[in-house]
């Protein structure tokens, strides 16, 4: 079991770029989600989804697309990078049922953007 | 939306010392996690305690759900030890499921 992989793990832009990172998961779990993290914000959730073919919008999506065609694939599209987007990025999994929802996360991205 | 608070911010032990991390949050929950995010950032399951007491090798926590408090409990603690400890909670209430971490106990343990 590879649980969750996300590639690339460190890349640099320029502004303006575009780019996807990319997340899969072997767990077959209904849930994957991204967050961002930075000093002193925590992390927060850009997108979501709770199955193939349904995404929707965290607290921070702007910048950001997702789409999930499948159960496994969870891919997160900077259309146009910003420095703003300079962070480390966090893909994440789970179950949805009640009472077995332990999230998994990847080993995350970390993106500058310059 | 839920808050939740991690005490101490900061902790320095010897090797070999034991530890107690607390995390309060503000409202009923699904889910509480505890991870620990190493020097190479990567974060890693501890438990999946949203209720109990649970215990692996060194480490163990117990959640008070009605009391909305958890406890990590370190003892013994290594070098290896060293890093974040995070609490995050998914609010029952919430529509997301999204998970609400707590901002974090930086733990270094010194040889």
Redesign the interface.
Known sequence: NAGVTQTPKFQVLKTGQSMTLQCAQDMNHEYMSWYRQDPGMGLRLIHYSVGAGITDQGEVPNGYNVSRSTTEDFPLRLLSAAPSQTSVYFCASSYLTIGDTEAFFGQGTRLTVV | GIQVEQSPPDLILQEGANSTLRCNFSDSV??L?W?HQNPW???I?LF?I?SGTKQNGRLSATTVATERYSLLYISSSQTTDSGVY?C?V?DSGGS????T????TLLTVNP
């Open positions: 699904n889910n996690q991870f950032g990567q974060l399951n999946y949203p995070f995050a998914e997301n499921y999204k998970l971490f707590g901002k974090g």
